[in-house]
T-cell receptor, first 109, second 115 residues
Framework: GQNIDQPTEMTATEGAIVQINCTYQ??????LFWYQQHAGEAPTFLSY??LDGLEEKGRFSSFLSRSKGYSYLLLKELQMKDSASYLC??????????WGAGTKLIIKP | DGGITQSPKYLFRKEGQNVTLSCEQN?????MYWYRQDPGQGLRLIYY???????QKGDIAEGYSVSREKKESFPLTVTSAQKNPTAFYLC??????????????FGAGSRLTVL
């Protein structure tokens, strides 16, 4: 079966750095997405990786290793507004998105 | 501003009733989707549509129905056949339903509670 694994919850301190991991086992691979979702709100797109390596976008970076079935989202200079759930999703060989359950990130002052 | 509007935001339903959730987009996107979000689970696809007057079942279509009569609109009906309808429902759209960086734009969601 297809599976996306992420930690359920993480806690970090304002101003620090946090890495949220995502491992996947899917039928084929056509890209990996990260979305941010504040409680009770719509998910919003953060990043897309289809080739191995690091994509940097401001305070957020996303890394992909296709051979290891692994990605991480790196958040730097954490702010209180970064408290949210972070959703990892993989596009499989049928171009369908398989979603992880999300990682709830709690930022403490 | 372009975006997706879902309504109502909160809805209460008695058992045995059908309810319809509205989803409207002004992004000129071809593809539209309905997802269900439950605590501790990933988003699950209910139905999707890549073009007007055509739609496909997702992973959990039983007990739901949709229509796509206009490009802008993709309403979801939760029927009495859906055994556990209490959930957060998210509508999304994308430029097309194809490959590549098919980024989804989501609506704010509708929370349905069955009493």
């Amino acid at each position: 079966g297809q599976n996306i694994d992420q930690p359920t919850e993480m806690t970090a301190t304002e101003g620090a750095i946090v890495q949220i991991n995502c491992t996947y086992q899917t039928s084929g691979f056509n890209g990996l997405f990260w979305y941010q979702q504040h409680a009770g709100e719509a998910p919003t797109f953060l990043s897309y990786n289809v080739l191995d390596g690091l994509e940097e976008k401001g305070r957020f970076s996303s890394f992909l290793s296709r051979s290891k079935g692994y990605s991480y989202l790196l958040l730097k200079e954490l702010q209180m507004k970064d408290s949210a759930s972070y959703l990892c999703a993989v596009m499989d060989s049928n171009y369908q998105l398989i979603w992880g359950a999300g990682t709830k990130l709690i930022i403490k002052p | 501003d372009g975006g997706i509007t879902q309504s109502p935001k909160y809805l209460f339903r008695k058992e045995g009733q059908n309810v319809t959730l509205s989803c409207e987009q002004n992004l000129n996107h071809d593809a539209m989707y309905w997802y269900r979000q439950d605590p501790g689970q990933g988003l699950r696809l209910i139905y999707y549509s890549q073009i007007v007057n055509d739609f496909q079942k997702g992973d959990i279509a039983e007990g739901y129905s949709v229509s796509r009569e206009k490009k802008e609109s993709f309403p979801l009906t939760v029927t009495s056949a859906q055994k556990n309808p209490t959930a957060f429902y998210l509508c999304a759209s994308s430029i097309d339903g194809g490959a590549g960086a098919n980024v989804l734009t989501f609506g704010a969601g509708s929370r349905l509670t069955v009493l």
